[in-house]
């Protein structure tokens, strides 16, 4: 599985997933525009990547502005002229129940891991239809099961922005397939990530999702990568609107 001369932008990878999925397809020999709302921790990722050897740029943009994902785009363009691999990781994730969440939470988790989705994945597939031909391209979403298969507690906003990502992406899938560029959506259970920390305090939470998984621990945010990577190469040539489930067998899709 190796992504030698391809490009690739992965938004949301300043930390958690992103970053795994930024660091794991650098060292299968991609050049990689490392995105993140927070321009020190899109660095960070970046300079990871470039002292082990790859090649990366940090690129500090807000996925739900449509002007600031053309500067993205056009970014990692100017610096080595092509784009192959889209990756939609950028999320927000607001907590409160229904009866209290505030309405701007609510819009900006939208804006974020929905819209912020579509903008880049139009935006990157021009760019692809336009330029690619034969070469393609190969776009993967990050969703989750919260958004297709359990609920998620105060999540209301996440959970349905995710299940509209597993939507949209089919039909990104179905209408991008004439240009050779293939969609498929990632779906992480519960990952060992800085957002789950605080909840891995809980001693009784915890016990509760070992024994709900049944390969009986957390997903590491590398294993996602590693299924990222997957869909990425041409490992996965034939595979396009396909949903992947990375969750230690908890909802058994």
């Excluded at 995105?35 to 996925?63: C, E, H, S, W, Y």
């Excluded at 605080?198 to 997903?219: D, K, S, T």
């Amino acid at each position: 599985m190796q992504l030698t001369n391809k490009v690739a932008i992965v938004t949301g990878a300043g930390q958690g997933i992103g970053a795994a999925i930024a660091r794991t397809l650098a060292a299968a020999g991609a050049r990689v525009a490392v995105n993140d709302l927070n321009p020190d921790r899109a660095m960070k990722t970046a300079v990871f990547i470039q002292q082990a050897g790859g090649q990366a740029i940090a690129v500090a943009a807000d996925v739900a502005n449509k002007f600031q994902c053309v500067h993205l785009i056009e970014t990692t363009r100017a610096e080595w002229s092509q784009l192959d691999i889209l990756v939609n990781n950028a999320a927000v994730e607001p907590v409160a129940s229904i009866l209290k969440m505030d309405e701007w939470d609510w819009s900006r988790c939208f804006d974020v891991n929905l819209k912020g989705t579509f903008f880049m994945s139009q935006l990157c597939g021009r760019v692809m239809a336009d330029e690619n031909k034969e070469r393609g391209g190969a776009i993967v979403n990050i969703a989750s099961t919260a958004g297709v298969s359990v609920p998620l507690a105060n999540r209301a906003a996440y959970c349905a922005s995710k299940a509209g990502m597993v939507g949209f992406a089919r039909e990104c899938a179905r209408e991008f397939a004439a240009y050779g560029i293939r969609v498929n959506t990632v779906l992480p259970g519960i990952i060992d990530t800085p957002l789950t920390e605080p909840l891995q305090q809980n001693e009784a939470l915890m016990a509760r999702w070992q024994q709900e998984i049944p390969l009986g621990r957390l997903g590491l945010a590398d294993e996602v990568a590693q299924t990222v990577l997957f869909l990425c190469s041409d490992a996965s040539s034939y595979m396009t609107g396909s949903t992947l489930t990375v969750d230690g067998g908890r909802v058994m899709r």
